[in-house]
Every structure is written in structure tokens, then in C-alpha cells.
């Protein structure tokens, strides 16, 4: 079956600017995740979704990033006024439904690299 | 708050060779604890995973024990393949979130 897709592969942008970044995830997954990965930090964890609803956005490291899952399937991460350190790896994963130790399924990622 | 340290790397080894990475963690109870590869040019992919104590976790030759006495999971495997080549990151599933280790890049040499 389809695993979680990501797009677009790759996003060159200019400080500044505004992106949004998206996530398909598992078919019947109802928990949904974004990390970012870059060279300094590793892997950081951003938000995470149950449904439709955020119930952990402790990771979001400013108030420019934002995000929404729109039923209980898609997701976007919005990036706003983007900075040059906003450079990683955007990386979405989803998990099915209940209990602790779900496996997570990760997507390719998105390569965004702010100019 | 919870958190996990891996091996530092980069490794490098040679082909057949036995290898460990080591992983430490701290956390709040007994979490579920993951190795994750990532292939050069690819994304994350599971490859073994523990959710209780003792339990070991084992795929493509490569094991992990859950040990909670030293709240270790570190990984190993009997003899290395040119293909194993990637980087690995130890981590543990904290109240939904995965909290990631810094990854250790191993390269098999011929």
C-alpha cells in the first residue's frame, strides 16, 4: 500500500517569503507528526495531531511556523517570513490509531533550503 | 525531560566485521524504544523496535535488547555488509512524540 507522501521533494525560497509544506499520510492513520532534521539540531520534533485537532505543538520553534490537518487526513506546515536557520529536512510521519508504542511511518521529507 | 544518547560517530568498519552502537536513554517510565535507518538519498525507515523491558527487537540481522537496568538499547549485528552503510538513529517514544538520538553515520568499506 501507499506509505506517507510528502511534497514538494525539495523547495528553494528566498528570505522572506511564505511555504507551505504537505503531508499525506497513511490511509486510516488518525495520528500525524512533522520533525525537522537539520545539520545542528538533529532530529526535533514540531507538532503532532490526533484527528483533527494539535494536541502537542510544544516543538513549533516560533510563532511563524503554523499548522492544520484537514479530515483527519492532510496536513500542511506553514512556514511564515521564512529565515535562513528555517533550512532542514521537514519530515512528516504518521502512526494508527491507540496505544503507546504505535510505530511511526515516515515520509521521503521536504528539502527546503531559504536564500 | 526524556532523552536519548547515541554513540558518536562517524563509524567505519569493514565488511564481516562485528558492530555496536551504543544507545542510552533517559525518560519518564518504560517507553517504546526504536532504531530507525536512513539510506543515503532516503527517508527514515524502522528497523527494529522494543516496547517493553527485555524484549528484543531484530531485522536484517541487526538486534536490540531493551535493557532497563542500564536503560540501554544498544544495536548490534554479527557481520557487516557494504549495504548497511547508512545512518542510524536510536530513539524512544515519549508521551507520542519520538525523541531522537544525534544519529551515527556508519560506512562499510569493502
Known amino acids: 500500500g501507499a506509505g506517507v507522501s510528502q511534497s514538494p521533494s525539495n523547495k528553494v525560497t528566498e528570505k522572506g517569503k511564505d511555504v507551505e509544506l504537505r503531508c499525506d499520510p497513511i490511509?486510516?492513520?488518525?495520528?500525524l507528526y512533522w520533525y525537522r532534521q537539520s545539520l545542528g539540531q538533529g532530529l526535533e520534533f514540531l507538532i503532532y495531531?490526533?484527528?483533527?485537532?494539535?494536541?502537542?505543538k510544544s516543538g513549533l520553534p516560533s510563532d511563524r511556523f503554523s499548522a492544520e490537518r484537514t479530515g483527519g487526513s492532510v496536513s500542511t506546515l506553514t512556514i511564515q517570513r521564512t529565515q535562513q536557520e528555517d533550512s532542514a529536512v521537514y519530515l512528516c510521519a504518521s502512526s494508527g490509531p491507540g496505544q503507546q508504542g504505535e510505530t511511526q511511518y515516515f515520509g521521503p521529507g521536504t528539502r527546503l533550503l531559504v536564500l | 525531560g526524556d532523552s536519548v544518547t547515541q554513540m558518536e560517530g562517524p563509524v567505519t568498519l569493514s565488511e564481516e566485521a562485528c558492530l555496536t552502537i551504543n544507545c542510552t536513554y533517559t525518560a519518564t517510565g518504560y517507553p517504546s524504544l526504536f532504531w530507525y535507518v536512513q539510506y543515503p538519498g532516503e527517508g527514515l525507515q524502522l528497523l527494529l523496535k522494543?516496547?517493553?523491558?527485555?524484549d528484543k527487537g531484530s531485522n536484517k540481522g541487526f538486534e536490540a535488547t531493551y535493557r532497563k537496568e542500564t536503560t540501554s538499547f544498544h544495536l548490534e549485528k554479527g557481520s557487516v555488509q557494504v549495504s548497511d552503510s547508512a545512518v542510524y538513529f536510536c530513539a524512544l517514544q515519549g508521551a507520542q512524540k519520538l525523541v531522537f538520538g544525534q544519529g551515527t553515520r556508519l560506512t562499510i568499506n569493502p
Open positions: 495531531f490526533q484527528g483533527n485537532s494539535a494536541p502537542d
Open positions: 490511509s486510516g492513520h488518525t495520528a
Open positions: 522494543a516496547t517493553k523491558a527485555d
